[in-house]
């Protein structure tokens, strides 16, 4: 069966703290894919990575970066948490096809105060 | 620029049909997506369409029409667990790689 988890469902950290998200797939898939979803704005591209040290910006890429050691493993890092990072983070993997669906990480709410 | 647009809420009675519709205005169209997300959990998989028509899959059924930029999600005999988030996605190519743009969600209320 096919998963994807989050280090954290909840999570609640200072303006200016360093952020780790951690997501880890089991399906061996080659492109993994970091979102954040806000009410009425729908699920919005961060980063993406296509292959092990492969990473690429995506729609709004400014206050994140990424990294990706292991094929499994894509973490979501946000250098100085802002009020307005305050989100669900939610984590996706897919195969090499475009076609296929993507899978998703149960999320993770961040508030950041 | 790549525009996505589906209702926001709708409402509907239990064993009722109800259709999800979706317009879309993208470059590159590689294929649509339906997701459908409950309250504080994962979006999942429903269909994919990339060629015009209707695909059927049990209850659920998704039609697209690419000269029109249109798709919907139908839903039928519906059931009290239908109450859901539904997501339209697009698949469009650019900068050189697939990305999935996503409409905001409808919002699927299902009473009895």
């Known amino acids: 069966d096919v998963k994807v988890t989050q280090s954290s469902r909840y999570l609640v950290k200072r303006t200016g703290e360093k952020v780790f998200l951690e997501c880890v797939q089991d399906?061996?898939?080659?492109?993994m894919f970091w979102y954040r979803q806000d009410p009425g704005l729908g699920l919005r591209l961060i980063y993406f990575s296509y292959d092990v040290k492969m990473k690429e910006k995506g729609d709004i890429p400014e206050g994140y970066s990424v990294s990706r050691e292991k094929k499994e493993r894509f973490s979501l890092i946000l250098e100085s948490a802002s009020t307005n990072q305050t989100s669900m983070y939610l984590c996706a993997s897919r195969t090499g096809l475009s076609t296929d669906t993507q899978y998703f990480g149960p999320g993770t709410r961040l508030t950041v105060l | 620029g790549q525009n996505i647009d589906q209702p926001t809420e709708m409402t509907a009675t239990e064993g009722a049909i109800v259709q999800i519709n979706c317009t879309y205005q993208t470059s590159g169209f590689n294929g649509l997506f339906w997701y459908q997300q409950h309250a504080g959990e994962a979006p999942t998989f429903l269909s994919y369409n990339v060629l015009d028509g209707l695909e059927e899959k049990g209850r659920f059924s998704s039609f697209l029409s690419r000269s029109k930029g249109y798709s919907y999600l139908l839903l039928k005999e519906l059931q009290m667990k239908d109450s859901a988030s539904y997501l339209c996605?697009?698949?469009?190519?650019?900068?050189?790689?697939?990305?999935?743009?996503f409409g905001a969600g409808t919002r699927l209320a299902v009473h009895p």
């Open positions: 996605a697009v698949i469009s190519f650019s900068g050189g790689y697939n990305k999935l743009i």
């Open positions: 399906m061996d898939h080659e492109n």
